[in-house]
């Protein structure tokens, strides 16, 4: 049988332009929805940015724009897109946060399951982010890892939940718990040891949820 491999070449030349075509509109379009806080097509900037996660970044490279701005946008839509759900969400409220915004010293056991059991002793900024959740009503799990994640998942099954991690992190484990109302907050100091996050936004994104 004859196969026309100069046709399929050329399908497959229009189809990759194609879509390096779309790619880089919607970095435009995310790029001025991030830059003027204005979601223009959030749906489509979301799929076609997690479909092509390594060209968009690679487009970015090439025109030497700084490669977070991929995640940037991903976390910004997505938190716009579900701010509304989140907020009104009523019952298991999450809040996850990375074992490494614990401080140096901390004696705190893990949990197999749950992570990190916090003792409140007032070292680092989770025993403040502790107390809002309590009054806020998340419970809040501290995990050394994403597959944590999963296992507080089948266990406690929250109905939403706000996350804090690094841009490497961030983007794909909201697209992982797309499926329920989620908030993202990215480390401002990140790394694997004695990191920071702005402790303001999260509290104030707990304190804008129903109670």
Not at 58 to 81: G, K, P, Q, S, W
Not at 133 to 149: L, M, Q, T, Y
Not at 202 to 211: H, L, N, P, R, W
């Amino acid at each position: 049988m004859y196969i026309p491999y100069e046709f399929l070449g050329k399908i497959f030349i229009y189809l990759a332009l194609f879509a390096l075509a779309g790619t880089a509109f919607a970095l435009l379009i995310g790029a001025y929805s991030f830059k003027q806080r204005k979601i223009i097509f959030p749906s489509f900037v979301l799929f076609m940015l997690y479909l092509f996660y390594s060209p968009s970044k690679l487009l970015c490279r090439v025109f030497r724009i700084r490669e977070t701005l991929v995640d940037d946008i991903l976390i910004d839509v997505r938190n716009a897109l579900m701010l509304d759900r989140f907020v009104h969400t009523k019952e298991r409220r999450a809040v996850f946060l990375p074992q490494c915004m614990r401080h140096p010293e901390c004696k705190a056991r893990c949990d197999p399951v749950h992570g990190y059991e916090c003792k409140r002793c007032g070292k680092c900024d989770i025993s403040m982010i502790y107390e809002v959740a309590d009054r806020c009503n998340f419970k809040v799990f501290i995990i050394p890892g994403s597959s944590f994640v999963k296992k507080i998942f089948m266990k406690y099954r929250p109905q939403s939940c706000l996350g804090v991690a690094c841009y490497n992190e961030l983007a794909e484990d909201m697209q992982e718990v797309s499926f329920i109302p989620v908030q993202g907050v990215l480390l401002i100091r990140d790394g694997c040891f004695n990191t920071k996050a702005n402790v303001e936004e999260i509290i104030q994104k707990m304190e804008m949820c129903d109670v």
